[in-house]
T-cell receptor, first 112, second 112 residues
């Protein structure tokens, strides 16, 4: 089944403790991205990647890192999480940036 | 600038038509999308329209695009309880194929 898989689905952590949210897609898509969803703000792009070893900042990249060492994986790294990073995070992939994006189920992160 | 705006809430009676509206600011939009987010799930593409089209119909869904007013609407005929969700309007721009710009989402609730 074609899908984007994120893990974990839920995470509660403490300020400053490094964490990684994984994202994997099995559709051989070149393009992957991370969004955060906050009430009343829609989805805001954090980082995106056009292909392996090609990543770039989205609208709200501060406090986040990503890597794209393999085509299928695009992990999101929070080196020192802060409470303002409490949010719902989505990973998405698409064969190219202009067509349908396939979304993961989301990761609800709480930083206390 | 890039901005996509939607009203936050819409309530309709079961069996009536729902019309969800969206305005965008960038005239270089190439694709305009409607995504649906059900509770606890990621976003799923409902339909999309090329910027050179005025209308697209797909079963109960009708998308209307008014390029002059930069206005996009989604009409759902015979609204059912399963249509309860958050609906996101989104666009991609000619200048940036890597970026999908989302509105804040409209929460559609169905009353009996």
């Amino acid at each position: 089944e074609a899908q984007v898989t994120q893990n974990p689905r839920y995470l509660i952590t403490v300020t400053g403790k490094k964490l990684t949210v994984t994202c994997s897609q099995n559709m051989n898509h070149e393009y992957m991205s991370w969004y955060r969803q906050d009430p009343g703000l829609g989805l805001r792009q954090i980082y995106y990647s056009m292909n392996v070893e090609a990543t770039d900042k989205g609208d709200v990249p501060e406090g986040y890192k990503v890597s794209r060492k393999e085509k299928r994986n695009f992990p999101l790294i929070l080196e020192s999480p802060s409470p303002n990073q409490t949010s719902l995070y989505f990973c998405a992939s698409s064969p190219q940036g202009r067509t349908e994006a396939f979304f993961g189920q989301g990761t609800r992160l709480t930083v206390v | 600038g890039e901005d996509v705006e939607q009203s936050l809430f819409l309530s309709v009676r079961e069996g009536d038509s729902s019309v969800i509206n969206c305005t965008y600011t960038d005239s270089s939009s190439t694709y305009l999308y409607w995504y649906k987010q059900e509770p606890g799930a990621g976003l799923q593409l409902l339909t999309y329209i090329f910027s050179n089209m005025d209308m697209k119909q797909d079963q109960r869904l009708t998308v209307l695009l008014n390029k002059k007013d930069k206005h996009l609407s989604l009409r759902i005929a015979d609204t059912q309880t399963g249509d309860s969700a958050i609906y996101f309007c989104a666009e991609t721009l000619y200048s940036s194929a890597s970026k999908i710009i989302f509105g804040s989402g409209t929460r559609l609730s169905i009353r009996p």
